[in-house]
């Protein structure tokens, strides 16, 4: 049953940040809107993705259009989405996709768990006084356990030069729960975004 406990502990539902470029440039730059395109292995999933991190930016005052709004289906070219962009009006494209998996098996020390007894003793002037003695409850052994991680990137690109703009790669523990690891990917991505300046 500790044991049990430990390993909840050990997972976490944070994306971390790993890796994040911007153009010196991009700031000086009047852009007007993004088109947001996540690369997904079913409709479903694109369309989710797209809906929430589209949110996450309007929310912060950007124009921004998921592009499952526009185009159907998981095969989006180059050509697809300049063209979406430019029916949207708008001048950049936000491109999220898969970036790999990785597995490792970690050691994790074992624990000794405590409670603590009052004893009672005597005091100057015949006050007492309560101590408290730890004694063992319980113990877990060392342990290996396999860790596997997923990751994402997103970039954001200039529809009319073809120039990347912004780059960012983010990774997290890998769950079961879909929903709960998009939305950290997608606020790890709006905290690279606001860390470099595009949002507040």
Same mark, same amino acid.
């Given at each position: 049953?500790?044991?049990?406990?430990?390993?909840?502990?050990? &997972?976490?539902?944070?994306?971390? $940040? =790993?890796?994040?470029? $911007?153009?010196? &440039?991009?700031?000086?730059?009047?852009?007007?809107?993004?088109?947001?395109?996540?690369?997904?292995?079913?409709?479903?999933?694109?369309?989710?993705?797209?809906?929430?991190?589209?949110?996450?930016?309007?929310? =912060?005052?950007? *124009?921004?259009?998921?592009? !499952?709004?526009?185009?159907?289906?998981? #095969?989006?070219?180059? %050509? @697809?989405?300049?063209?979406?962009?430019?029916?949207? %009006?708008?001048?950049? $494209?936000?491109? &999220?996709?898969?970036?790999?998996?990785? #597995?490792?098996?970690?050691? *994790?020390?074992?624990?000794?768990?405590?409670?603590?007894?009052?004893? !009672?003793?005597?005091?100057? !002037?015949?006050?007492?006084?309560? !101590? +408290?003695?730890?004694?063992?409850? +319980?113990?877990?052994? @060392?342990?290996?356990? =396999?860790?596997?991680?997923?990751?994402?990137?997103?970039?954001?690109? =200039?529809?009319?030069? #073809?120039?990347?703009?912004?780059? $960012?790669?983010?990774?997290? #523990?890998?769950?079961? @729960?879909?929903?709960?690891?998009?939305?950290?990917?997608?606020?790890?991505?709006?905290?690279?975004?606001? @860390?470099?300046?595009?949002?507040?």
């Amino acid at each position: 049953m500790l044991l049990m406990i430990f390993l909840a502990g050990c &997972s976490s539902n944070k994306a971390t $940040v =790993e890796k994040s470029w $911007v153009d010196p &440039s991009v700031h000086t730059k009047d852009l007007h809107g993004v088109l947001v395109v996540a690369i997904a292995t079913t409709f479903e999933g694109r369309q989710a993705f797209e809906q929430e991190f589209t949110q996450a930016l309007v929310k =912060e005052g950007i *124009h921004a259009i998921a592009s !499952y709004t526009l185009m159907g289906g998981t #095969e989006i070219t180059k %050509e @697809d989405a300049a063209a979406m962009a430019t029916k949207a %009006e708008v001048d950049t $494209v936000l491109v &999220s996709l898969f970036a790999g998996r990785d #597995e490792s098996a970690v050691l *994790h020390p074992g624990r000794k768990y405590y409670r603590y007894a009052p004893v !009672y003793g005597g005091g100057y !002037y015949g006050r007492g006084r309560v !101590y +408290g003695v730890p004694y063992q409850v +319980g113990q877990t052994s @060392d342990f290996w356990a =396999e860790h596997k991680s997923i990751h994402l990137t997103a970039q954001l690109y =200039e529809i009319k030069t #073809e120039k990347r703009l912004w780059q $960012v790669n983010s990774g997290m #523990e890998e769950q079961s @729960d879909v929903a709960s690891m998009r939305s950290a990917f997608i606020k790890s991505f709006m905290k690279d975004l606001s @860390d470099q300046g595009f949002v507040d």
